[in-house]
T-cell receptor, first 115, second 114 residues
Framework: GAGVSQTPSNKVTEKGKYVELRCDPISGHTALYWYRQSLGQGPEFLIYFQGTGAADDSGLPNDRFFAVRPEGSVSTLKIQRTERGDSAVYLC?????????????FGPGTRLTVL | AQKVTQAQTEISVVEKEDVTLDCVYETRDTTYYLFWYKQPPSGELVFLIRRNSFDEQNEISGRYSWNFQKSTSSFNFTITASQVVDSAVYFCALLSGGYNKLIFGAGTRLAVHP
């Protein structure tokens, strides 16, 4: 079946602009996660959704970052007033069960470049 | 605190050599999960294996094998008879404390040369 999909694959924006990154999880997966990967580093957790609600948003760096999942499927990560330091690959993952330890399957990522 | 250390930043081998990627983790929880992911040049993280803290049996899948040792908090990954297609960045990750967030190591870049 289809894996996790993310759009766009690349996004170039100017400092101060607003961006939205979209994630479509594997069909039937109830849990959804966002991570951020800077060059040469491992992914870092941002936020985790169980169904429609954010169960853990402890990784969001500041209030410029916000994510939603209104119908419990597709999720959108929103970044306001982008800064050059936001440049990274944003990865989305989903898992089948809403329990700790379940395998997370990742999408191809969105590469965000803030000029 | 939870932490994953992959001390090897880069490894370079010649095809058909065996190679072991090290992973050391830290957690105070008794229930936790360990993962390995592969990130080829295309960028997508590919799941390789998941182990829980109660199962210390080593696992073999084709040319891949994993050695989980709780006594040394290690979960090492060995590729036997490496191939050029194995060239990628490999990440070890920890999930513990009843949370669902993965804690990743910095990754090991493996280059397999013909």
């Amino acid at each position: 079946g289809a894996g996790v999909s993310q759009t766009p694959s690349n996004k170039v924006t100017e400092k101060g602009k607003y961006v939205e990154l979209r994630c479509d999880p594997i069909s039937g997966h109830t849990a959804l996660y966002w991570y951020r990967q800077s060059l040469g580093q491992g992914p870092e957790f941002l936020i985790y959704f169980q169904g429609t609600g954010a169960a853990d948003d402890s990784g969001l760096p500041n209030d410029r970052f916000f994510a939603v999942r209104p119908e419990g499927s597709v999720s959108t990560l929103k970044i306001q007033r982008t800064e050059r330091g936001d440049s990274a690959v944003y990865l989305c993952a989903s898992s089948r069960l809403e329990v700790a330890g379940d395998t997370q399957y990742f999408g191809p990522g969105t590469r965000l470049t803030v000029l | 605190a939870q932490k994953v250390t992959q001390a090897q930043t880069e490894i370079s081998v010649v095809e058909k050599e065996d190679v072991t990627l090290d992973c050391v983790y830290e957690t105070r929880d008794t229930t936790y999960y360990l993962f390995w992911y592969k990130q080829p040049p295309s960028g997508e993280l590919v799941f390789l294996i998941r182990r829980n803290s109660f199962d210390e049996q080593n696992e073999i899948s084709g040319r891949y094998s994993w050695n989980f040792q709780k006594s040394t908090s290690s979960f090492n990954f060995t590729i036997t008879a490496s191939q050029v297609v194995d060239s990628a960045v490999y990440f070890c990750a920890l999930l513990s404390g009843g949370y669902n967030k993965l804690i990743f190591g910095a990754g090991t870049r493996l280059a397999v040369h013909p």
